[in-house]
């Protein structure tokens, strides 16, 4: 906000010859236009280079300069060229957004594909802003959700250590948004992208970073969504779920407990036919929780303990005609029944 006032007294200086009582108001109203020109493209320079062909005819290629300082990075008068595109992404009606689409796309890509994660973060920040304030017709008009989601899916990558995991929480978020707002409900694309989603995303992150409670809480949300915007589609996936699930259970942070039994019930609920075969699995799960916060006086120990009798319920009724689950309730009673008669006998 303080580098976002340094560039409208900034603009207001040097390129304004009036003194508005309303700086950022007067810049709206009268310069908007201008101000991509004037303060984002000249520290977006694009550098031409020579491309070999057949023949050794040279042929103009244009691409981004190779400085791993560019300047755009850079501050002049207390605020840099990103500080700009955030203040009109947020400034410009959504009438100027499209009109000015040619400039604001470049610098945003350029900023997205730095190699440094921070830089990444901000761009996808961006665009996630001006996605929300974007029509979803003219994204699919003019061909940009592929564009973005191509950038995006890119950064799912980004797990190695915990400087990753605001870029990974916000491009999932980014992306979702995209394709949930440009894909009609229920459609084949939206229907492949998400499961795109899922299998580039959730599946490689459960894979390299599931032993790290706060990715895993990230998943966990997103596989809620997934669920639900997938329906039937995901009963392929339950194991991804559960997997996912077991990891949210197996420590004792509560807010990841909480999670796990949330998408818990959403699996047993879209994919109920589903449920007497993943029984043991799922069984565990509760017991698991159960376990882990019985002794617990705090209320959020009560509540997971109270979802886990619920959930528990619902199991017994899928499963009310497996013998083997049965036979696993009572050799789990046989085992502990102190501490697990009152979670079966709910």
């Known amino acids: 906000m303080e580098r976002q006032q340094a560039f409208i007294d900034y603009y207001i200086t040097h390129h304004c010859d009036h003194g508005p009582a309303n ?20 520290f977006f320079p694009v550098t031409t280079v020579m491309v070999q062909h057949d023949r050794a005819r040279p042929v103009r290629s244009t691409g981004p300069t190779d400085d791993w300082n560019p300047p ?32 604001l796309i470049p610098p945003l890509l350029r900023i997205m594909d730095d190699p440094t994660v921070e830089y990444k973060l901000c761009g996808v920040t961006l665009l996630r802003k001006l996605i929300a304030r974007l029509p979803a017709t003219i994204i699919v008009q003019y061909g940009l959700d592929s564009v973005w989601m191509d950038s995006l899916f890119r950064c799912l990558s980004y797990m190695t250590d915990n400087r990753d995991f605001d870029l990974l929480n916000e491009t999932y978020g980014c992306l979702m948004e995209l394709i949930l707002k440009t894909n009609p409900a229920a459609s084949q ?54 997997d996912a699930i077991h990891q949210g259970t197996h420590g004792v942070d509560v807010q990841l407990n909480f999670k796990a039994l949330i998408l818990l019930q959403h699996v047993m609920q879209v994919a109920w036919p589903r449920v007497p075969f993943h029984g043991p699995s799922i069984l565990e799960i509760l017991v698991t929780v159960w376990l882990t916060r019985m002794d ?34 009572q050799a789990l009673k046989a085992m502990n029944p102190d501490a697990l008669v009152p979670l079966f006998n709910a």
């Open 23 to 42: 700086k950022e108001q007067h810049i709206k109203e009268e310069h908007l236009n201008n101000v991509l020109d004037t303060c984002v493209k000249p």
């Open 72 to 103: 755009w990075k850079d501050q002049h008068h207390g605020f840099t060229a990103v500080d700009v595109l955030e203040w009109f992404i947020q400034a410009a009606s959504a009438g100027d957004l499209v009109q000015d689409l040619p400039k």
């Open 189 to 242: 694309k939206r229907d492949e992208l998400l499961h795109k989603v899922l299998m580039d995303g959730i599946v490689v992150g459960l894979r390299f970073a599931g032993h790290k409670s706060n990715y895993v809480g990230l998943f966990l949300d997103v596989l809620v969504t997934l669920v639900v915007e997938l329906d039937a589609s995901i009963v392929p996936y339950i194991n991804v779920c559960l």
């Open 296 to 329: 617990g006086t705090d209320p959020e120990s009560q509540q997971l303990c109270q979802q886990a009798k619920d959930l528990f319920n619902k199991l017994q009724c899928y499963c009310q005609h497996q013998k083997q689950f049965e036979a696993n309730i």
